[in-house]
């Protein structure tokens, strides 16, 4: 499979190890702020785009892709407020796209399990919960992609929440999110249940950016002579009975 990696930062060279570990051929590497260098002959050329740049430039990258008939993998954050509209730009253009918050496996099966605990915990008022993220100093998005991925999942199992917001929490109807930016550490997400007599907390650690990369790089060979709009839950068979 020939792909265009767009995005070349230490995740777009983490996926290009991968992928020419598996066998793969990478053909164009963009930075991330180098959205120009997009030309539709080249992007052409590829069999997927790989996209991890910056929350400025990834619906114009997107687009570009799309334009050029290439099916995308985007794991880029803080831009999803246009998210809707390069959903309905991908089946008008009879395209492929594929969204993960993140493209850990460990983290989609946290997701599951964070859903599963929420529902539950709906018997239980006793129980306030609190989402912690943490994550290098360098990430530009806060709260992370991921630690809002698993925030929604909350509100939508637990009927007490109605909505999220960073910091302290104004009001009982109202999950924190607290957020943290230390050192160089990939990804640490952890959910708390607090009452007065007990904690129930479930946590994922990430120790390096291999299990993010090498799910992009699955995804891509996933996504090949599909069209539409796609997630992990998709490629994992969440939800599938």
């Known amino acids: 499979m020939k792909i265009a990696l767009i995005g070349y930062g230490k995740m777009g060279k983490e996926i290009e190890s991968i992928a020419i570990g598996r066998g793969h051929e990478i053909i164009l590497k963009v930075g991330a702020q180098q959205s120009k260098s997009l030309s539709r002959e080249t992007l052409q050329q590829a069999d997927a785009a790989i996209e991890f740049s910056s929350p400025e430039c990834a619906y114009s990258n997107i687009m570009n892709c799309f334009q050029a008939g290439v099916p995308v993998v985007c794991g880029t954050t803080g831009w999803l407020q246009r998210l809707e509209e390069v959903k309905t730009a991908c089946h008008q253009s009879r395209n492929a796209f594929f969204y993960a918050s993140n493209f850990s ?4 099966i946290f997701f599951e399990l964070n859903q599963y605990l929420a529902k539950i915990m709906n018997a239980y008022d006793e129980y306030e919960p609190l989402l912690e993220e943490i994550h290098h100093i360098h990430k530009k998005d806060s709260p992370s992609g991921t630690g809002i ?25 109202v999950l924190a999110i607290h957020s943290k930016r230390e050192g160089e550490v990939p990804g640490t997400h ?11 907390e479930i946590t994922h650690t990430a120790h390096n950016r291999k299990g993010f990369a ?9 996504i090949q002579g599909k069209k539409g709009t796609f997630g992990m839950n998709d490629m994992l068979g969440f939800g599938k009975k």
């Open 105 to 108: 496996i460990g983290v989609n």
């Open 214 to 222: 090498l799910g992009a790089v699955h995804a891509a060979e996933w």
């Open 149 to 173: 991925t698993i925030a929604e999942g909350i509100l939508r199992e637990l009927q007490r929440k109605n909505e999220w917001k960073e910091g302290a929490s104004p009001s009982p109807s």
């Open 190 to 200: 952890k959910v708390i249940y607090h009452s007065p007599v007990d904690d129930i």
